[in-house]
């Protein structure tokens, strides 16, 4: 059974870090890419970032360049979103996705994603 697990969520005030956790378990976790998306109340799902394993790429949503960073442990099965500088605007419920097809990284449709987990609540206060 395919499970992804995020935390590391909670609320913090506007220039502050958090650090988002996936572990990934059920698949092959080299093979996938891995994204997060974000949910905010009202508005669609976006994709935050994305790093197709083994391909060296990585995609970031242009409000959070240079603020936000994605990584992998391969060795836990476990993707990191390491976020600084947050906003009021980053508020949101963050998920993880895995997708087979690493071209989901040119489009970050969230239809086109595999799996998800069930969602870390992130609250940045102004």
């Known amino acids: 059974e395919v499970q992804l697990v995020e935390s590391g969520g909670g609320l913090v005030q506007a220039g502050g870090s958090l650090t988002l956790s996936c572990a990934a378990s059920?698949?092959?976790?080299?093979?996938?890419?891995i994204g997060w998306f974000r949910q905010a109340p009202g508005k669609e799902r976006e994709g935050v970032s994305c790093i197709p394993n083994g391909d060296g790429r990585t995609y970031y949503l242009d409000s959070v360049k240079g603020r936000f960073t994605i990584s992998t442990d391969n060795a836990k099965n476990t993707v990191f979103l390491q976020m600084n500088n947050l906003k009021p605007e980053d508020t949101g419920v963050y998920y993880c996705a895995a997708a087979w097809e690493t071209w989901v990284i040119e489009t970050m449709n969230s239809d086109d994603w595999d799996h998800w987990g069930q969602g870390t609540q992130v609250t940045v206060s102004s």
């Open positions: 059920g698949f092959t976790f080299d093979d996938y890419a």
